[in-house]
């Protein structure tokens, strides 16, 4: 045995994948400090108002998974407090419902709110002795080659500065770490706002004859009200409510300015939501609520030498469409984790011999990871047409079915889009081609039947 | 007559750009505040040093368009300091010279010394009584709704605020108005580096019997050596030297590290060229020479409402292979000027008449030069595939040729598209739309030769 020369690692951004990062790196043996730009979530009343994000997540396969790995219990404790969405249901003009199921096998994607989520990666991180955690810290400026950051500590109004072996840019889609990198990496770069915003409401429980509280609405579904140039979804929470989101351009948000603008909307566009949400409830959450840009953002490299990396949304952000936000994070963890492995950065004493290894899998793994990000990104913004227009068009439907046919049939070989997405850990890249592949039998199989 | 209103514009980045966008708003009786970081290049030794840019440019027609309407003689004045280049001198294997001129009717580009016209451009503005330049002031933050800008002040340390109707933006590829126009402004953004970098070189002037200084090569053409994937090109200077400049992927510099390295690189690749630099000025320019990186960015829009736009290289950056990134810039200047015209803006003196005027001037601009500017981005691009490998392929020479024969009978018809681009003020995208289409009429021509 050689001695223990512990390592030192300084996570910007105390999010879910910063908090997820803190997990692994202080599993790992190494010295770790997460500085959040932000107050801490679980002393606040209201974690909405704070975080302007969403209230709830849809966690699937590659999010489970990387909450697995530590073996930690995070995985199951996780499963307790999700409602599992075994599909879409579709709200029709005149408030016809249709279910789509996600899987063939029942496969279920899982609602999760956001802000209890964060709480459980916190305390269990807080748990840890080798895991530090300052609030209230903004990134001013890093110096790469020394490993020096520097912070403000906004609750004092002091300078803090810290040097480390490695920096994580887990700080988002405005990352003040990738801005910092952009200087002696020469990144490219490019960011995409799309022409809509979104909304978010709420459906509130119901009371039933017994005076017990219940779901408004089937709680085992993502629930969309497509309408081609827009759409609304509805996601169910714990408490036995439903967060509800508009997407739609912000100048058809812009265009509805007094109540009643919003409930004839309402009224032409979604009325089976109107009683759900109760009238009044709608106008004031309409009105007070934020309308929220979305973007796509695609960088390479992500590294800085064996010095700095950027994760999650970061280092690619998607628009909201495909769920895999957070999946895609969480699985950058899973992954930098797993390339460390395989670089043996850790079995090595020597300071020399360390750098170069991590130089090595930093690199392996920006190389490998910005594939697979540029193609869920890609995916997520296909999605926008497919779930608010494509879904009530009979030629996607009939596909849909023989798809989920031919992968009941070949549950290997053929596999739909979705299920590859959601419900597995295939490379997204390679989800790509397969799906592609699988379209061009179907194409050849339409043909030679059309010979028959 | 209505009173006067004096309108206030800051302009960060004192560059050629922005210097030229100084005299236009002075030329409209605007109060103009310069903001420069660097120290005033006139009063530098090695202005090379300072710059950390290119020695000499081509100007053409769009730029020397944009220097003449200001009616200060800034036109005739650079044009008497220029080099006229009528075409590209290409030095094929074993030393071999062969002339492509640039236009049938002898058009030409210029040469110009990048410190001598940026002085020139000072010296004017300088002695405009509207017009302030502060140098050493580094932009820190803006504030758009408030017209407020908040500088430091290098030369003591001081912060510096001003309140401003409109800001411009002049301040180069690495802009930081445009990343304070990212907070309120959903901006589409990207930026690409070509894997290649460049590094300067010079021949000096060679003696004559006579013992008179003159040029080593002929100075009236745009030298090429195009090897396929690098190349070198050498533009002339007023002091009878040239500035070479070699293009060549990152990796392909590092992999000269000694002088034996250099000198058989350059035997192998660019022998006629040792004799006219000199070994020894040859080894001691390549290694202190710094080897510097390309990109090319495109963002939309450019404005703020009223307040703020950016210009030049700041709104878009483009690989130098087309010698119209100053070129741009300064009919950016010329057309943001037009805008302004055309939108009344400064025939008002209510200050919300104005604003409105120049909010719809602004975005108008924006709209059009947008398609613009990422139609020559794209140009550039490719003119970088072009010039260093197809000018010499059989199949590019004959169609330059058949070109050339087409725009000599049809002058106004059918015009090659290095003419448009270079020596008219037709737009770029206009430009992009009518090559496209002559091509299509060649191969219908050809295809209509084939059949008879």
Redesign the interface.
Known sequence: MTETVVRRVAIVGGGLVGMLAAIYFANRGWQVTVFEFRKDSRQLEDTALLSNRSINLALSVRGLNALKKPGLGLHEQVLGSVIPMKGRMLHLDKGRLVSHPYGVFGECINSIDRAQLLKLLLDTAEELANVKILFEHQLKYCDFDSGVLVFENHSNGSEVSQTTDLIIGADGAYSTVR?QLMRPV????????IPHAYCELNIPPVTDADGRSKFAMDPNHLHIWPRHSFMMIALPNTNKSFTCTLFMPFEEFEAIKTENDLMSFFQKHFPDSIPLMGAQNLKEEYFRNPKG?M?SIKCTPYNYKERAIIIGDAAHCMVPFYGQGMNCGFEDVFLLNDFLDKFNVDDTKDTNEFRESLDRALNAYTERRHTDAAAICDLAMRNYIEMRSDVVKPLYIIRKRIEGALHAIFPKHFIPLYTMVSFSNIRYSEAVYRWKRQGLWLSIAAAAGDGS
Chains 1, 2 share one sequence.
């Open positions: 801005s020469r990144m490219n770069f490019q960011q995409e706002y840009p973007m």
